[in-house]
């Protein structure tokens, strides 16, 4: 079967050819234009353009030469001696590690793909990348599907959850729901801000003075982090930070301890709710923090590493 990855030879007229990896051949000379896609993104290998969601990237001629090259391999191993072969040609006097390495940052900052945590590109010390997000290759007419952003295959409704065995939802969805719990915290911190002599007056009735003063202090302490936490992750959710997810992970043992904290604030209104419903919402705001971090896994996808 011929190898739908085409090389963009970077000549700078109307003569600039595309090479078929084996074959010299005239750009669109009776060739179908093709797109490769994955993810959000899509190739398009005649025009030789990076698009996400039909919106065209701007990426150099050697990183886009080695994302072709990775993607006419996906799942293997392309070695870093078969892209010198292939990119840098014998007579060529570069610094190869270097170039390399360059090239292969700049197509990660692209693509908002992390080294230590690859959603596309895997790294294997000393050897070589690999490419490791599920893909399609598609053949039509580049100029109409362009028209139409990509569907990802996380917003398919028969996709299921990788780690969650589970349907994966809407995108719009889990991120809304994100940002409204990011919300009603932030609502909290504010609010529990300008009572203060409430909360006071309440812990006075039933804990001694240096006890009542502790808790106050406590409020003000946890609000005053919690209100710039919430701040970011309501920002990152809002502009869909691809990296969210590797981040929320790593700061959810924070984000557990205060949830959790604020989760007895209900008990503060006992005298106005009762001990019933004071447990009751308790109970509920105890699970919020875990119900964050499920949105958050559903919303960003961590594709397992092949091979």
């Keep these: 079967m011929e190898s739908l990855i085409l090389v963009y030879a970077g ?13 010299l051949m005239p750009p669109f000379e009776g060739k179908s234009n093709r797109v490769a896609r994955f993810g959000v993104f899509e190739l398009d290998l005649n025009a030789g353009e990076l698009r996400k969601n039909g919106a065209k990237l701007r990426l150099q001629e050697q990183p886009f030469q080695v994302l072709a090259l990775l993607l006419e391999r996906s799942g293997e191993l392309v070695t870093r001696e078969e892209l010198r072969q292939k990119l840098w040609p014998a007579d060529t006097f570069v610094d190869f ?12 900052e692209t693509l908002g793909d992390s080294a230590s945590s690859p959603r596309y590109i895997e790294t294997l010390a000393r050897r070589g990348y690999r490419f490791i997000a599920p893909m399609q290759h598609s053949a039509g007419r580049a100029a109409e599907r362009s028209q139409v952003a990509p569907s990802s295959e996380k917003d398919s409704p028969n996709a299921m959850h990788p780690e969650l065995q589970v349907p ?41 003075g240096w006890g009542a003063t502790a808790l106050v202090a406590a409020v003000m ?10 701040c970011y992750l309501l920002s990152a959710v809002g502009f869909d930070y691809q990296r969210l997810g590797e981040k929320f992970q790593q700061m959810f043992p924070f984000i557990l301890a205060l949830d959790q904290l604020w989760a007895v604030a209900p008990f503060l209104l006992t005298h106005k709710i009762g001990l019933g419903a004071a447990f009751a919402a308790s109970a509920a705001l105890l699970y919020v923090p875990f119900s964050e971090r499920t949105l958050i896994r559903l919303a960003y996808v961590r594709r397992r590493t092949q091979g």
């Excluded at 000549?11 to 074959?23: I, S, W, Y």
């Excluded at 801000?193 to 812990?203: C, K, P, T």
Aim: net charge positive.
């Design 97 to 108: 590690d270097h170039s390399l390495n360059t090239a292969v940052n700049k197509l990660r």
């Design 221 to 230: 302490v946890t609000a005053g982090a919690g209100i710039p936490l919430r």
């Design 11 to 23: 000549a700078p007229a109307l003569g600039a050819t595309l090479r078929v990896v084996g074959h």
């Design 168 to 208: 994966i939802p809407h995108r719009g969805l889990t991120r809304g729901l994100f940002a409204l719990i990011q919300l009603m915290y932030l609502i909290f911190y504010v609010v529990a801000l300008f009572r203060l002599h409430a909360i006071l007056s309440v812990a006075d009735s039933f804990l001694p």
